[in-house]
């Protein structure tokens, strides 16, 4: 049984750091595609990163340069590290897993589980 369960969401200023996990059970992280997505209110949710096992990372254009997505295998998590927050990076910001190499990324669709998504405010 596959779980994810995001945290490390809250409320942070602007120009600040947040650094957001995603423990997984159930697999290994190393083996699926793990992606962060956010969702603002009325806002389709959209890719944030994604990085595969071979360690290849992938960002959305908004975020790269600000954002690091990284995994320890020893813990099963994944992490998002957030630097540089504007009101706009303020969402819900959800964990994903694919079981299989995904190309491209960004693809809501492409992950087949989710965490129930831990909220990222910017003042």
């Not at 049984?1 to 969401?9: D, F, T, W």
């Not at 992606?35 to 071979?54: K, N, T």
Request: charged letters at 15%.
């Amino acid at each position: 049984h596959v779980q994810l369960v995001e945290s490390g969401g809250g409320l942070v200023q602007r120009g600040g750091s947040q650094r957001l996990s995603c423990a997984a059970s159930g697999y290994a992280v190393n083996t699926y595609c793990m992606g962060w997505f956010r969702q603002a209110p009325g806002a389709e949710r959209e890719a944030v990163a994604a990085i595969w096992p071979s360690d290849r990372r992938s960002y959305d254009d908004s975020v790269k340069g600000r954002f690091t997505i990284s995994q320890d295998n020893a813990k099963n998590t994944v992490y998002l590290a957030m630097n540089s927050l504007t009101p706009e990076d303020s969402a819900m910001y959800y964990c994903a897993a694919a079981p299989r190499y995904i190309d491209p990324w960004y693809i809501r669709g492409s992950y087949s589980y989710w965490g129930q998504g831990t909220q990222v405010t910017v003042s």
